[in-house]
């Protein structure tokens, strides 16, 4: 074999070798890319739900306390992060949050109602109480949904059934549903 048939044939192989080196870099980059957008999207949607499930339990809590000003504050905190949520994240919490946006802008309304203020409520102040249980049931909906999202297993709603006080003397006297605050 000649010399030039040699050098053409270890060039080939190089060009060769060099190719699929470039190939596997470039798509091992590609993957690294993607894995990394994935982890800054999940931990960006973490901080997310965060704060709208942190803001929307101030607002449930300024609604029942019946303070005005705190009731105004929570729904423009809340809201903020509602409109985000649509944004970014995934349908099944996008229809979960806008159920528990919905029942707290009921309950915010209602609050206003209670207040003397005028409420565009489609309810009386009659229903308040239902409608402050209804959005605790939202919340864990849209719980749910975020850890299905997160890529959490498992429910964290409480059963049906739940009674913190079971095996303690308060236990009989606590039952019922456990989104049903007692005076």
Known sequence: MSPYASAAIGLLGTLIGGTVAGYVSLRVARQ?????????????????????????QQLLIACEEDDGEAVEVAYRSFFEAYGVV?????????????????RLLELVELSRR???????????????GQVAQLVR??????????????????????????NPFAGTELEAEYGGDPYTRRA
């Not at 649509?86 to 919905?102: F, G, L």
Request: hydrophobic fraction near 35%.
């Open 32 to 56: 690294a890319r993607a894995a990394a957008e994935r982890s800054w999207v999940r931990d960006n949607r973490r901080d997310l739900y965060d704060r709208l499930l942190t803001s929307a």
């Open 86 to 102: 649509q944004t970014v994240a995934q349908r099944p919490v996008v229809d979960a949050c806008r159920i528990y946006a919905y």
């Open 114 to 128: 209670r207040r003397g203020l005028e409420s565009r409520s489609r309810f009386g102040p009659a229903r308040f």
């Open 137 to 162: 049931r939202a919340r864990h909906g849209a719980i749910d949904a975020m850890r299905g999202d997160l890529g959490l297993d498992g429910s964290a709603r409480p059963p049906e059934s739940f």
